[in-house]
């Protein structure tokens, strides 16, 4: 069952927002994501929070600009999703320009597993790095950061991750998350770190006088932070809207790097309209398909060349990896709902699915799928190596899935191997003959810790939208502005008459409305059943490009009989 409810709406700060210029329609939407006034809505760069909030970057900073200075190795040990590409790439362009040693290495999600681990520390030796980075990851790497100092590595962790009961020793780490750090923004993503790290780096290399002439524009780079904040779905805060719509401006001007260039040409985007919904829907899912089904190194070779030919070339072979993602996905999903069939979901406060045939690099978006249909918390599972099963979860509001996880580990302590993760989503690894004891006991968990009403699940929208707003001029307005995570794109709701409605390719319903004597395009993807006569949607305002033209189309969310 889906509860269509409308957001409210503080008509002081509405009419504030207008007076101030704001966009009446965008006041509106604004003022019902908390925006009180029109100051909250600058995103020029000078309104970035300072470097010097974050714990831990005046070492991290110190070390990295003795390192440059003096030729020292450096190297980035990377995560396996677009957050850790981004970020991999964010140093590497920074460091190089800088005129440092670098180079990368990123775990295989197959081989190694998340993060650094001993085993990835012993990798790194390859490379004779006298100094590693972590990226997007290592707050939980206590016994990798062990074993990389025992190896003679200086080690420097950058990460967002929340951290668990023990901290690695490394030589400094950045993290707003990690105990004692006052930056305000603890949503930042992990390739916002290790920016803020570059441009601390770039302030002390300036104190040292190592520019010898133009000092390197680091605005070159919020391209990639842009992607990767958008990507790894972390709230858009005003600190995290500032980076993502400078990095947008840029792209729109087409002032971005080859790879994101070739990235939005593959996926048929045209970069003067980019927006969130182009980084986080076609980019961002071509670079995890790397690290899902090979090796992230082809998507962070993307992101650091300055060859347009050989950026589109990986770009391409990142397109072929996705649509082999696509397929995977789709047969799992028929095998998740001959499982679910013999499931009653609405009498379970979460989901548990395994099979062995299962892709443990798709396990993550199954889940997502999954929790999205039924709206309970899911975890879905794939066999790794040695009779374990590697798990990734994805839950609903009112359940913090790494907090849930703790608890599990707690009353069971030996169940499972390793867990981590953020309130949205987590992975956890496990011994196959103890997973009806995982299932039991998240259960339990879940059910303890939901209310009964968070288990309907509530769709917010902003009500119904202006006659006036049914139009390209609206819908461009919208496109263009910052929406994402914890600042939800617009989702209007109406009543409409259905005129007529039709099946296309076997799985989305197109529809013709009516409301008043205006008629809309409308479709909702992923839906084979009819709709009523008369219908309550929940919509978004879209542009339909067909052969030059372009249209208003509303995608719906949801629909009921009205």
Known sequence: MTRIVERPVPQRARLMLEQSGVHPLLARLYAARGIAVADELDTQLKSLLPPEGLKGIDTAVALLADAVTTGKKILIVADYDCDGATACAVGLRALRIFGATVDYLVPNRFETGYGLSPEVARLATANHPDVLVTVDNGIASVAGVAEAK????????TDHHLPGDELPAAEAMVNPNQPGCRFASK???????????MLALRAELRKRGWFKSAEPNLAELLDLVALGTVADVVPLDRNNRILVAQGLARIRQRRMTPGIAALLQIAGRDPARASTFDLGFAVGPRL?????????????ECLATDDMGRALNIAQALDAINHERRAIEADMREAAAIQLEGLDAAERASLTLFDPAWHQGV?????????EKLHRPTFVFARGDSGELKGSGRSIPGLHLRDALDLVAKQQPDLLLRFGGHAAAAGLTLMEENLPSF????EKVARALLPPAALTRTLETDGPLEAAYYGLNAARLLQDAVW?????APLFADEFEVVQQKLLKDK????????????????RFNHAEGAAGRIHAAFRLDINEWQGEANIQLVLEHFEAA
């Open 439 to 442: 299932e039991a006991l998240f």
């Open 363 to 371: 396990i993550g978006i199954l889940a997502g799928r999954v929790k």
């Open 150 to 157: 025992r190896l003679g590595m200086q080690v420097i962790v």
């Open 288 to 300: 995890n398909a790397a690290g899902r089904l090979a090796d992230m190194s082809l998507g962070i």
């Open 187 to 197: 949503g930042i993503a992990g390739v916002g770190v290790m920016f803020y790290v």
């Open 508 to 523: 989305h319903l197109k529809l013709t409305l009516k409301k008043g004597k205006a008629r809309f395009d409308a479709i």
């Open 484 to 488: 994402g995570q914890a600042f939800p």
